[in-house]
């Protein structure tokens, strides 16, 4: 029978283990953990993703505040923001919510971040430090996932696990992660992308399927072993007319047709994005920690 990895579940659970960690420390007369977002424009899915962490911070007890910069904010402008919060006591962690308007240099802007406050894990020291198994921020996305799997009791040592995408914060960084020699990973890992020649033949091999592609509902069952662990990252409103709400959310699976071969799946929405926000939480944790050495 198919099992659910429940994000949603797992994410409430967490979130009271750092509620209550919080709640120690402010007890013992230390300020709460600040977590910053700076948002640039009217992105709507940013937007979104940004009050849902605000949201998120104050579930645990965190300061949050999110610094708005208006869509035409110049690079110089958003440079200077991001030396101010590096520079303020006060902030743990902030995150740059991406993407950002077509003239500013992305690459410049996490180039900028302090990496002591990168609780995204996006500058290169961080993704340095997380190869070579240093002390790190781990991308938020790619923690989840394992985290997600972990928690389920889901073991991973000696699988064989298949990811599809290999962008900067998903399946690069998750191929780095599964790999990993620690009781936790321990996977041999094949990353495929848009060049991979039979990808069907590869996806077939899995044990454990991670899909971050962005490419609505693209995984069929003739691509998935029966028994598979199938993690589906991807997220995408579809218009749906016979839906109240006027659309519905996908994800880069087809879950109707492929979940009945899997022993465990994440559902879209409810699976890996709640988890995505608790390791963004986690991060700044581990940030407060390292500032006040607790
Ligand atoms: P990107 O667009 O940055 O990367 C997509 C990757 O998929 C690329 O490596 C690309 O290959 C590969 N790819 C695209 N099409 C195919 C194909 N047909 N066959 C094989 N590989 C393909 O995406 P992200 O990693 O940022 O996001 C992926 C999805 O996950 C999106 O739907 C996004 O919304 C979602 N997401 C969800 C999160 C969550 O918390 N739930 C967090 C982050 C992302 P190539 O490199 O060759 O171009």
């Not at 992105?43 to 035409?72: C, I, P, Q």
């Not at 599809?164 to 495929?192: D, K, W």
């Not at 899909?211 to 072993?225: D, N």
């Not at 006027?246 to 465990?264: A, K, T």
């Amino acid at each position: 029978m198919t099992q659910l990895l429940d994000g949603k579940a797992l994410s409430i659970e967490i979130k009271n283990e750092i509620a209550n960690t919080v709640r120690r420390l402010t007890d013992a007369g230390h300020r709460p953990p600040h977590l910053a977002a700076v948002l640039v424009g009217n992105d709507g899915a940013s937007m979104t993703y940004v009050a849902n962490k605000e949201k998120s911070s104050h579930e645990v007890g965190f300061v949050s505040s999110v610094y708005r910069l208006a869509e035409n904010t110049t690079e110089q402008e958003l440079l200077a923001t991001i030396n101010f919060l590096n520079n303020d006591p006060e902030i743990d962690g902030f995150i740059v919510q991406l993407p950002l308007p077509k003239h500013i240099n992305e690459q410049n802007v996490i180039n900028t971040i302090a990496p002591q406050k990168d609780i995204d894990g996006f500058t290169p020291l961080n993704i340095g430090n997380m190869v070579l198994g240093r002390p790190c921020f781990t991308p938020a996305t790619p923690l989840g996932i394992s985290t997600l799997l972990h928690r389920n009791g889901i073991a991973t040592e000696g699988k064989h696990c298949v990811i599809v995408g290999r962008s900067n914060i998903v399946g690069t960084p998750l191929a780095n992660l599964m790999s990993r020699n620690r009781e936790t990973a321990n996977c041999t890992v094949t990353l495929c992308h848009s060049r991979t020649a039979n990808l069907a033949s590869l996806t077939r091999q899995a044990d454990i399927l991670v899909v971050a592609i962005g490419q609505p509902e693209f995984i069929g069952p003739e691509m998935v072993k029966e028994g598979a662990v199938l993690v589906d990252v991807g997220i995408h409103r579809l218009p749906d007319a016979s839906r109240k709400s006027g659309y519905r959310i996908v994800g880069d699976v087809r879950h109707s047709e492929v979940d009945p071969l899997c022993s465990w799946v994440t559902p879209v929405p409810g699976g890996v994005g709640p988890l995505t926000i608790v390791s963004l939480l986690q991060n700044t944790l581990q940030a407060y920690r390292q500032h006040h050495n607790l």
